[in-house]
């Protein structure tokens, strides 16, 4: 996977994730908070169920208390009339009172006239509960409630109901009524639907505005990515070119040298020593200085070729470290311009090797700069370590820059100028300041720790 790939899945699938999460979390959490609503619901309404039942046994038991109260076992003038008052006491199309007694025989039963007089103990309803042998069990428990499978008189299905059953226990009868069920189930079912239907609401509300936000998400990154990548590009050409422009001028810079200086060195010792070669075979008494005035410009081209390579690459940084060469720097260029340098190594944390080369040709160049353009008559070099951050400052006292396009258009030693210092600190992290006015410039390098070395240079003294 490509890096502008990878960026961009770091980019989108998080997104897509948390929406998804999100959107399982509050699916999750309206459904479990909607089933827990509807059980409750459920719940009321069955316990009004109870409720109901309990008060319609009550006004039926109320109905026939006095003749109930008034008969004894075997009176069958009284036991007929509560039947009378039982049958006429129904409510609504599918309210009525039932009587068995404790045998299963059927007593009273208004909605079907075929089952008094028959006895119905073995009763079985479809989930196999027998109906008829409960209630009878709970009247003789004092009165209790029983829920079953019986046919619905209006629509002649069945259907679940929950009775009450109570004793009369003189007579051995069970007494009950009951209310059907589909009503509340029914209700219930329609709030399933309905959250059902709100869960797929949400979710395509969540739908409609995630997808949308995740493409454009993903056309912004799109964006941004190819617009970063045509700008790196750039830059990446423009770096490219001034690389290039910068080795040819370096190059152009060698070749003067090499022709103005150690050339021209040779070329005087070559005819230095073809001159004493002639005396030497003439017997010319002054052969010797012609001689030695050969080796002297032998020793001008050695030390020409010396200050090329330590331009290109100064041993001493390798060997000796940053501090020596630094101070061998400061001596050239004070040999060479007359311009006074100090070097202040105040303690500082060890740097790696190409730190340490960065640092050298910052300070390379900025003390070609200050040649150029600051007409200093000193410059100071300290180097020193904050909380571990190696520093450099670099400071003269010349005329400063009046304008920041003076600055930015300075260029220091083989033709590279502030931006390539500037790149040469951006790539360990680093940051380069400017502080200049007309009493002088200070340039400032700061390194991240990330720059250091595992090991510390020898404190200064």
Same mark, same amino acid.
């Given at each position: 996977? $490509?890096?502008?790939?990878q960026?961009?899945?770091?980019?989108?699938?998080?997104?897509?994730?948390t929406?998804?999460?999100?959107?399982?979390?509050?699916t999750?959490?309206?459904?479990?908070?909607?089933?827990?609503?509807?059980?409750?619901?459920?719940?009321?309404?069955?316990?009004?169920? =109870?409720?109901?039942?309990?008060?319609?046994?009550?006004?039926?038991? !109320?109905?026939?208390?006095?003749?109930?109260?008034?008969?004894?076992?075997?009176? =069958?003038?009284?036991?007929? $009339?509560?039947?009378?008052?039982?049958?006429?006491?129904?409510?609504? $199309?599918?309210?009525?009172?039932?009587?068995?007694?404790? *045998?299963?025989?059927?007593?009273?039963?208004?909605?079907?006239?075929?089952?008094?007089?028959?006895?119905?103990l073995?009763?079985?309803?479809?989930?196999?509960?027998?109906?008829?042998?409960?209630?009878?069990?709970?009247?003789?428990?004092?009165?209790?409630?029983?829920?079953?499978?019986w046919?619905?008189?209006? !629509?002649?299905?069945?259907?679940d109901?929950?009775?009450?059953?109570?004793?009369?226990?003189?007579?051995?009868?069970?007494?009950?009524?009951?209310?059907?069920?589909? *009503?509340?189930? +029914?209700? %219930?079912?329609?709030?399933?639907?309905?959250?059902? @239907?709100?869960?797929? /609401? #949400?979710?395509?509300?969540?739908?409609?505005? !995630?997808?949308?936000?995740?493409?454009?998400?993903?056309? %912004?990154?799109?964006?941004?990515?190819?617009?970063?990548?045509?700008?790196?590009?750039? @830059?990446l050409?423009?770096?490219?070119?001034?690389?290039?422009?910068?080795?040819?001028?370096?190059?152009?810079?060698? +070749?003067? =040298?090499?022709?103005? &200086?150690?050339? $021209?060195?040779?070329?005087?010792?070559?005819?230095?020593?073809?001159?004493?070669?002639? @005396?030497?075979?003439?017997?010319?008494?002054?052969?010797?200085?012609?001689?030695?005035?050969?080796?002297?410009?032998l020793?001008?081209?050695?030390?020409?070729?010396?200050?090329?390579s330590?331009?290109?690459?100064?041993?001493?940084?390798?060997?000796l470290?940053?501090?020596?060469?630094? #101070?061998?720097?400061?001596?050239?260029?004070e040999?060479?311009?007359?311009?006074?340098?100090?070097?202040?190594?105040?303690?500082?944390?060890?740097?790696?090797?190409?730190?340490?080369?960065?640092?050298?040709r910052?300070?390379?160049?900025?003390?070609?700069?200050?040649?150029?353009?600051?007409?200093? !008559?000193?410059?100071?070099?300290?180097?020193?370590?904050?909380?571990? /951050?190696?520093?450099? +400052?670099?400071?003269?006292? &010349?005329?400063?820059?009046?304008?920041?396009? *003076?600055?930015?258009?300075?260029?220091?030693?083989?033709?590279? &100028?502030?931006?390539?210092?500037?790149?040469?600190?951006?790539?360990?992290?680093?940051?380069?300041?400017?502080?200049?006015?007309?009493?002088?410039?200070?340039?400032?390098?700061?390194?991240?720790?990330? +720059?250091n070395?595992? %090991?510390?240079?020898?404190?200064?003294?």
């Open positions: 996977m $490509q890096l502008r790939h960026i961009l899945a770091l980019a989108i699938l998080p997104l897509v994730l929406i998804t999460l999100i959107t399982a979390f509050t999750w959490q309206s459904s479990t908070l909607a089933e827990s609503s509807i059980s409750t619901f459920e719940r009321n309404m069955l316990r009004a169920k =109870e409720t109901e039942l309990l008060n319609l046994t009550n006004l039926a038991l !109320s109905a026939i208390k006095d003749v109930y109260e008034k008969a004894d076992a075997n009176d =069958e003038s009284a036991k007929e $009339q509560v039947k009378q008052i039982l049958t006429s006491l129904d409510y609504g $199309q599918d309210g009525y009172f039932f009587v068995y007694d404790y *045998d299963g025989n059927s007593i009273v039963h208004p909605r079907q006239s075929f089952r008094p007089g028959r006895n119905w073995a009763l079985v309803d479809p989930d196999g509960d027998q109906v008829i042998a409960n209630l009878i069990a709970k009247a003789k428990e004092g009165g209790g409630l029983h829920q079953y499978k046919e619905k008189p209006s !629509s002649g299905v069945m259907a109901k929950l009775s009450f059953a109570a004793g009369l226990d003189k007579w051995h009868w069970m007494i009950g009524t009951g209310v059907y069920l589909d *009503d509340v189930f +029914a209700q %219930t079912a329609t709030a399933k639907a309905d959250l059902k @239907k709100s869960i797929r /609401r #949400t979710f395509v509300i969540v739908t409609l505005i !995630s997808v949308p936000s995740v493409l454009l998400v993903f056309v %912004t990154c799109m964006w941004i990515t190819f617009h970063e990548r045509r700008m790196a590009d750039g @830059k050409k423009l770096l490219t070119q001034r690389i290039i422009d910068t080795q040819e001028e370096e190059r152009a810079r060698l +070749a003067r =040298e090499l022709h103005d &200086g150690v050339s $021209q060195n040779l070329v005087g010792v070559r005819y230095s020593f073809d001159l004493a070669s002639r @005396k030497v075979k003439a017997g010319a008494a002054d052969a010797d200085a012609a001689i030695d005035r050969g080796i002297d410009a020793n001008d081209a050695i030390k020409e070729v010396r200050e090329l330590h331009e290109l690459r100064p041993r001493m940084l390798d060997d470290g940053l501090t020596a060469a630094l #101070t061998s720097l400061g001596s050239h260029f040999q060479r311009t007359g311009i006074p340098v100090s070097v202040e190594p105040l303690g500082y944390d060890s740097l790696k090797p190409e730190a340490n080369t960065a640092l050298y910052i300070a390379q160049e900025a003390l070609a700069n200050v040649e150029r353009h600051a007409s200093a !008559s000193r410059v100071r070099i300290r180097i020193w370590s904050t909380k571990g /951050r190696v520093r450099m +400052a670099i400071s003269d006292n &010349g005329n400063g820059f009046t304008k920041k396009t *003076d600055a930015a258009s300075a260029n220091y030693s083989g033709g590279l &100028g502030l931006r390539n210092m500037q790149e040469r600190m951006a790539h360990f992290r680093g940051i380069l300041l400017i502080q200049t006015d007309e009493s002088g410039t200070t340039l400032t390098a700061m390194f991240p720790k990330s +720059a070395a595992t %090991t510390k240079p020898p404190k200064a003294a």
